[in-house]
C-alpha cells in the first residue's frame, strides 16, 4: 500500500490533491473518484454539440484547475480522463472523424515541459472513440509563442504558424486544451483545409469567457 501511495504524492511528501476540488486525495486517474464521476455526469448532461468547436466547459473553476495542472504542473495523467470526457462529447454529435490531429506546441515549449499536452489529449481521445491520431501538423519556424500575444498579434501570428501533411479527403477531430481567441485552431483548420482535409471540427476542454 505504501508503494502504491508514493506516486501520488508531490515533491514535498504530501498526497496529490484532486485539482478539481483541491480537496480529496487524487486517484490514479489525477481525479479523486467523487470529482471523476461529478465531471463525466456534468459533461452527460450538457446538450448536443451543434457546430464545429465544442468544450466541456468554461475556463474557470475546476476546467482551469485541471488544465493548469496538467499543463504547468506536468500532471500527464489527467489526459486520461479529460480525453475520455472530450470522447464523451464528440459522441453526442453527428460528426465522425477519420482522425484526430492535435494543434502543436511550440518546439519551445514541448521542450520546456517534456511533453505537449494537446497530443495526450488528443491520443487519449483517440483511444476511447477507436479513432486513430496523427500528428499531421507542424509549426513553421518563424512562428512565435502565443501565450505573450495581444488578440490582434494572435491573428496575425497564428495565420502562417501552421503547416499540415497531406489528409485528403478525410474528416479530421483537431484537439487542443484552451480556446481563447480561436486563431490557433482557426489557422490549424485552414493549414487542414488547404492539405485536403473534408471537414474539421475542433473540441477543446475549455474555452475564455470572452471567446
Given at each position: 500500500m505504501a508503494a502504491a501511495l508514493e506516486m501520488f504524492r508531490t515533491a514535498s511528501g504530501s498526497l496529490r490533491r484532486c485539482p478539481a476540488c483541491t480537496s480529496a486525495p487524487?486517484?490514479?486517474?489525477?481525479?479523486?473518484p467523487a470529482c471523476a464521476a461529478r465531471l463525466t455526469a456534468a459533461v452527460a448532461a450538457l446538450p448536443p454539440p451543434t457546430g464545429p468547436i465544442f468544450w466541456l466547459g468554461a475556463y474557470a473553476g475546476p476546467w482551469s484547475?485541471?488544465?493548469?495542472?496538467?499543463?504547468?504542473?506536468?500532471?500527464?495523467?489527467?489526459?486520461?480522463?479529460?480525453?475520455?470526457?472530450?470522447?464523451l462529447r464528440l459522441g453526442r454529435c453527428g460528426f465522425h472523424p477519420d482522425l484526430v490531429v492535435h494543434v502543436p506546441a511550440s518546439p519551445a515549449r514541448a521542450s520546456e515541459r517534456g511533453f505537449d499536452q494537446a497530443a495526450l489529449l488528443?491520443?487519449?481521445?483517440?483511444?476511447?472513440a477507436g479513432?486513430?491520431?496523427?500528428?499531421?501538423?507542424?509549426?513553421s519556424t518563424t512562428s512565435l509563442s502565443q501565450a505573450r500575444l495581444s488578440r490582434a498579434q494572435r491573428s496575425l501570428n497564428a495565420g502562417a504558424s501552421f503547416e499540415?501533411?497531406?489528409?485528403?479527403?478525410?474528416?479530421v477531430l483537431l484537439v487542443d486544451d484552451v480556446l481563447t481567441t480561436g486563431a490557433t485552431t482557426a489557422a490549424c483548420a485552414a493549414a487542414l483545409d488547404g492539405a485536403g482535409a473534408a471537414e474539421v471540427w475542433t473540441a477543446v476542454v475549455a474555452r475564455t469567457a470572452r471567446h
Open positions: 487524487a486517484a490514479r486517474g489525477g481525479l479523486c484547475r485541471l488544465v493548469h495542472a496538467l499543463k504547468f504542473e506536468g500532471d500527464q495523467r489527467l489526459a486520461g480522463p479529460l480525453g475520455r470526457l472530450l470522447a488528443a491520443a487519449a481521445l483517440a483511444a476511447e479513432v486513430a491520431a496523427r500528428g499531421l501538423l507542424r509549426r499540415a501533411r497531406p489528409c485528403h479527403g478525410r474528416k
